[in-house]
């Protein structure tokens, strides 16, 4: 039993002393959270968002004698939300406005270009008579088309398209509460529209809840497919190996040190992300459930033996890196862990369902309550890992050469 | 029943497919000495080292080690032995301390760490990680977790390759020290002053067999009464050399080194300095000695130890 | 002159017949594609959503189902039970659910689906005030159309991704010729056994250079090939500028390259750190994630990478992307100044002894 904890404890040793491992195997799924959180944490949170936009008012309010002017109502509300919060945050918007009695036209120009080129989210476009149609729209009864805004955008970008959401939602609620006030609308009347979730949840899955079973995965993921074919060719083939075998030390017991060893590194990881998801981005998900610790055990396991099949084939270190990044992407992105697995091929769903990957995850995002459903019925989601577990295993004992040959 | 060999080997074959490459040897290690296996690459003296050292499988023979027969090196053999490789990585971010603790834990019976450290002169570098070591310290450090568990039988896989004279020296003091505490040792080596000045008993190997045995001395003996003269040359021709052999034995060359053995020292001076006048060759260093290991070895297989 | 040719012909053997190096620089990033390419087809456009329906009421029914067909729903399917309606949901048949029991309005979104669930409440908004509207016969009194800025109407998201993978192609084939490609020779001691000969180091890194250049082109023209042909995406390639730019941020990442191999001493780390300098900024570049929803701390970061330039100014020769001619030369000039600064830095690294 000892060599076989001071073998665990020599693999973990190492792993923590090499700064690329400590790199890839620690810094790198946390750089991941950090960013995926910031980025995708932020959607649907408007503290943190930011959009420049321009407003062309080519309907001007003060000349005119109109009892109300909707576009007054509008630059107020959109130069409302242009100013700096209370909270200090940056506004919602940064509002560019044409100069007093320039030419609206070459600003329109201007602008789009300036849209094109990605420095604005958005142009809304008021054009003369508008708040004459607004009225007219509210009064006449024959003829109710009301005032038209133009709202030029980009499709392509994912700012634009928010951008120009808000700015319908700020335009129909300003709308609303014209028709209200005008008695065109009766609020009394008006349905409730409500918000629900299926499943037991309250309400919206927190994003970082969502993506930090994803990335404690990719951790392990990374680590036995790199880490496990990493370490046993490099010790093999520079000999480190061939230095146990001339003692009786047996090949059972060292991969026994090892794997405890390499199950012990997925402790590491999963503390420091976990702790990271915790502390930094405010995770509530906790891995107690017994089924999630069966899950994130199996889940080191089946990765560990995809390491030692790649080593098993594999005939030198560096083409078992090449290995190992050639099924990284793959089975990684084809995962559902970064992206919804939507709209694919069939030869890609082919990958899908045979990658271990997608099983072990939903199952745990299932296990901590951030997922209702899953690809498939729940059994698969062992079935399918203890498959290429045995499958790894076979060719492993097969197929891996403990000594560099003659 | 006690021998007072610690290992026989009897009759030990291993083949690759159609080449033999260890074929039908048989020897004898006795207790508390060293005995050295010599010869050239290809000889076959790698694979039976390997087989001894329990990395290899034979297809025949029979090894008997510490008192009990085996087809093989078991597993309880190996607690009791030691071996340090010829070649052999150690895992570069461990510290040696951490190294030596590690081989020690794959032994029922352990040294003291702290007291390997000792005996391979490597306490004050015990925290510093093998990727920092010099080729020297990193050999001692293998040595330690050669000797981590007091083995019984120790194989020193030409354990002075590579390294500067004093750490060569240091070794030999080692190897002499654990003779001296009652181990046995099997040595390779390709240094004949190593090989004289360690061995107690020597076989030589080449094409799989062994083509000699014995002491140094029983060895060099076997080149007969024969005295060697030697001497260097600029240059010489063939038709000049070939005039040589007429007087002298076995003269040989190699590269400005001219070797001639001799029974009769006196009259083959005498022949030799004719020679050297008749044919206008002046010589240098003229030598005359006692055969050597360098020798023996030349003579049986046709090769330098070094080759 | 010949010393030239006959290292080029060495860099042209050694990285032809070294296949994994082929397979990355070549055929890596047509995997990219694939895979994204096939993801995100699904995903960017979440006006083509499918909606369950359950009608616990049949109170103004023609009203809402009206609402429904003009809210831009990809389909709409009707379900006569909360429970089927939600088994849907979970299979993933459906995107989003709403029940109207006569005055409620409820829609149902599955949790999971972070990603697009706020895109899908922005429809919900709309058909919940579309239908108030309706129900009460009001009219909007304000109406907005949305007009599209670019001047290509066939373009999609996918567009703008597949330049940002051209750029990382290009960055990567550059950062790994010193740091990787060249740090290897030194640590194999073969920089040692040139230097002893009369050979010039810029010979050596012309012969570099122009090997990746090669076949860094070969690479993006093929992922835009599969672009094209496979996903048939639509793209109005500036030739001149693509070329001068591919030329001049191949230079550039070289240097970059070549930064890392100077920080980093030991020549066998400088791989690593390259693929993780390439790593980082493959996120923060804004190829895969916009770049806009960042906070701003790291819109500066982003702004820092020379990956993320190297993406905009891609995206701009291949038409996706406007950007102003100055933008455009100050940005390929910088990288080549980048490369021209580095290069006797670079002829130095080579010349310079291993320190063990």
Redesign the interface.
Known sequence: MKDVLALAKSHVVTALRERVTLFWFLVFPAFLLTILTLIFGQVGQEENVHFSITLINHDHAESSNLPFSATRVIEETLGSLSEARESGAQPLFTLIQPAPGSDGDAFLEQELVQIRRGNRAAVLVLPGGFDEAVLSGILDETDRSGATAKLYMSHTSVASETASSIIEQILAEIDRTILIQTGRFDETQAVAVVTDWIGQEEEETRYVDFVLPGIILMGFFTNGLFGVPGTILFNRDRKVLRRYWVTPLSVGRYLAGFGLGHLSLCVVQFALLFALGKYAFGATIQFTHPLSIIILVLAAITFMAFGFFIAALAKSANAGMAVANILNMPMMFLSGMFFPLVGLPIFMMVIVYANPVIYLLEALRQSVGVQTSTLMPFPWTFIVPLFWIALCSLVTIRRLRWDVAR | MTHDFIMKVSHLTKH?GEIIAVDDISFVVPKATVFTVLGPNGAGKTTTMEIL???REPDGGEIVLFGQPMKRIT??A??R?G?L?Q?????P??KVR?II???A???ENRVSVDAILEQVALTEKAGA?VRTLSGGQRQRM?VG?ALVNDPDLI?FDEPTTGLDPQARRNMWDIVSRLKAEGKSIVLTTHYMEEAEALSDSICIMDHGKIIAQGTVRELTGQLGEETLIEFRVDGILENQLSALSACCDNVRQDGGLVTLETKDLPSTMSELLQWSETQGVPFQDLRVRQPNLEDVFLTMTGRTLRE | MKAFRALLLTEIRNFTRDRMMLFFTLLFPLVFILLFGFLMGGMGDVEHATLGVYLESQDDEDTFMQTLERAGLRDIRPFDSLQSLEDNMADGQIDFGVVWNGAVLRFIYDPSRLQENYAFQQLANGIGAGFNMQRQDAVPAINVVRIEAGEIESISWFNLVLPGILAFTILSSGLFAISGHLTQMKQRNILDRLIVTPMSPVALLLAIALVRLVVGALSTLITLGVGILVFKLHFTIDWLRYGIFVICSTLGTMGLGTLIALIVRRPSSAGNVANAAAMIMMFMAGIYFPVSFMPAFMRTLSRLMPLTHMANVMRHVTGVLDMSDLRFWMTSAAFLGIALILFPLMARYIVRPLRN
């Not at chain 2, 070649?87 to 895992?91: D, L, M, P, S, V």
């Open positions: 690759y050292e329990g990395i597993r309880a190996k607690q032995m071996v490789l070649e052999g990585g150690f895992e971010h461990l951490e603790q590690l081989f834990s794959f032994f990680q293998a977790a194989f």
